[in-house]
């Protein structure tokens, strides 16, 4: 089983996650290990979930707020979804909220926010040219407004994060 598992974070920032990483792969199987500003995510491939909670806890020194089965890396939900997960700076479940819908209707604009999502992946993961490079993506794609999220909006604070480098809220109307 593949689970995501959100912890508080105690005051990691990027430049921690290779310590991290280290860490906890010494006593689990991870995958990935993100910091964000409220939480740390561990994407870990384990059959003992309680095992693996307890070790990211002692390890990263913040408790488990959330666990998202991701075996079959399906997030779904949608845009709203997307939003909420994006605002709470979950920007991997964010990009993967829209996969589903992009893949039916090869939508521009939801490739781009799939891309604005996963461009803050990469800030969370250390990545800070990957994330200049997909977010120049994501803006070039985005281009019309989509369900309640205005494109205009997004993109003017996608420039601005272009520069400081910092997540940003969609508002949702």
């Given at each position: 089983?593949?689970y995501?598992?959100?912890?508080?974070?105690p005051g990691?920032?990027?430049?921690?996650?290779?310590?991290?990483?280290?860490k906890?792969?010494?006593?689990?199987?991870?995958?990935?290990?993100?910091?964000?500003?409220?939480?740390?995510?561990v994407?870990?491939?384990?059959?003992?979930?309680?095992?693996?909670?307890?070790?990211v806890?002692?390890?990263?020194?913040?408790?488990?707020?959330?666990?998202?089965?991701?075996t079959f890396?399906k997030?779904?939900?949608g845009v709203?979804?997307?939003?909420d997960?994006?605002?709470?700076?979950?920007?991997?479940?964010?990009?993967?909220?829209?996969?589903?819908?992009?893949?039916?209707?090869?939508?521009?604009t939801l490739?781009?926010l799939?891309?604005l999502?996963?461009?803050?992946v990469?800030?969370q993961?250390?990545?800070?040219?990957?994330?200049?490079?997909?977010?120049?993506?994501a803006?070039?794609?985005m281009?019309?407004?989509?369900?309640?999220?205005k494109?205009?909006?997004?993109?003017e604070?996608?420039e601005?994060?272009?520069?400081?480098?910092?997540?940003?809220?969609?508002?949702?109307?």
């Open positions: 089983m593949r995501l598992l959100i912890v508080e974070n990691y920032t990027p430049a921690h996650r290779e310590e991290l990483i280290k906890v792969r010494a006593l689990l199987p991870v995958i990935s290990v993100r910091v964000a500003g409220p939480h740390v995510e994407d870990v491939k384990t059959e003992d979930l309680e095992r693996a909670k307890e070790a806890e002692r390890i990263v020194g913040g408790r488990v707020v959330d666990v998202v089965d991701i890396e997030v779904g939900g709203r979804r997307y939003v997960l994006f605002n709470a700076e979950r920007f991997w479940e964010a990009h993967n909220a829209l996969e589903d819908l992009w893949r039916e209707s090869r939508n521009p490739q781009g799939i891309l999502a996963a461009s803050f990469k800030l993961e250390g990545s800070p040219e990957k994330f200049e490079r997909l977010m120049k993506e803006l070039a794609l281009q019309e407004d989509i369900d309640c999220v494109i205009r909006e997004v993109k604070k996608a601005k994060a272009l520069v400081e480098k910092k997540p940003f809220k969609i508002t949702c109307l």
